[in-house]
Antibody, heavy 119, light 107 residues
Framework: QVQLVQSGAEVKKPGASVKVSCKAS????????ISWVRQAPGQGLEWMGW????????NYAQKVQGRVTMTTDTSTSTANMELRSLTSDDTAVYYC????????????WGQGTLVTVSS | DIQMTQSPSSLSASVGDRVTITCRAS??????LNWYLKKPGEAPKLLIY???GLQSGVPSRFSGSGSGTDFTLTISSLQPEDFATYYC?????????FGGGTNVEIK
C-alpha cells in the first residue's frame, strides 16, 4: 500500500533552517510528484510547492520562494523540504502529499511534521 | 493568486442531515477543484477530485458539483465520522490555493 512517512518533530530558533523528509513506499516514486503543504496553528492549509522526482523540476509558491528548496533522492524514494531563515510565522505542521503533476489532486499524504520556531 | 472562498465557515448539523458546503473561486478554474476532509491531528484526506469525481474508497454519500467559479460539496446523510473540517482546493494555476475551511460540528 502507498505510504508517505515523514521525519519527526523539530524545534528551531529564529533564523535557523529545517529539513523535513518524506519517505515513500508502495509505488514507483519517480512517477508521481510530491507537494508540500503546511498548516499553522488554527489556520488553514497552505501549498508551498511541488517537485517532480523524475527530473527534479520544481514549482515553488512565491511566498516561500528564495527560502525553500525541495529535493528528492530516487535511490531511497525520499523527498526533502528545506526551509531557511525561519521565523515564528513558519511554526506549522508540514505535510508531504503525492500528486502526479503539480495540478493533480493529492491522493496520499504523510502524517505531518510539527516544526516549532521559538527563541 | 486565485482566492477560494468557502461558506459557511462553520455549521452545526445532526447525524442523518444533508449538508452542503460551497466554494467560490475568484476567477474561472474550469473543473480543477478538489475537496478534502481534515480531522485534528490527522492528515487531510481526498474526497472529491476534478469537481465531481469520487475518490476511490470514499463513501457515496459524498458528492461534488460545479464548474467555472462555483462549486458544491454535499454530504447526503451525515455520519458521526464526518464531523471534521472540509477544504476546497484549486489546481488550475500556481500557486495552488485552498479555501479557508468549513468546520462541521455536531448539533
Amino acid at each position: 500500500q502507498v505510504q508517505l512517512v515523514q521525519s519527526g518533530a523539530e524545534v528551531k530558533k529564529p533564523g535557523a533552517s529545517v529539513k523535513v523528509s518524506c519517505k515513500a513506499s508502495g509505488y514507483t516514486f519517480s512517477r508521481y510528484g510530491i507537494s508540500w503543504v503546511r498548516q499553522a496553528p488554527g489556520q488553514g492549509l497552505e501549498w508551498m510547492g511541488w517537485i517532480n522526482p523524475y527530473n527534479g523540476n520544481t514549482n515553488y509558491a512565491q511566498k516561500v520562494q528564495g527560502r525553500v528548496t525541495m529535493t528528492t533522492d530516487t535511490s531511497t524514494s525520499t523527498a526533502n523540504m528545506e526551509l531557511r531563515s525561519l521565523t515564528s510565522d513558519d511554526t506549522a505542521v508540514y505535510y508531504c502529499a503525492r500528486g502526479s503533476y503539480y495540478d493533480s489532486p493529492f491522493d496520499y499524504w504523510g502524517q505531518g511534521t510539527l516544526v516549532t520556531v521559538s527563541s | 493568486d486565485i482566492q477560494m472562498t468557502q461558506s459557511p465557515s462553520s455549521l452545526s448539523a445532526s447525524v442523518g442531515d444533508r449538508v452542503t458546503i460551497t466554494c467560490r473561486a475568484s476567477q474561472t478554474i474550469s473543473n480543477y477543484l478538489n475537496w478534502y476532509l481534515k480531522k485534528p491531528g490527522e492528515a487531510p484526506k481526498l474526497l472529491i477530485y476534478a469537481a465531481s469525481g469520487l475518490q476511490s474508497g470514499v463513501p457515496s454519500r459524498f458528492s461534488g458539483s460545479g464548474s467555472g467559479t462555483d462549486f458544491t460539496l454535499t454530504i447526503s446523510s451525515l455520519q458521526p465520522e464526518d464531523f471534521a473540517t472540509y477544504y476546497c482546493q484549486q489546481t488550475f494555476s500556481s500557486p495552488l490555493t485552498f479555501g479557508g475551511g468549513t468546520n462541521v460540528e455536531i448539533k
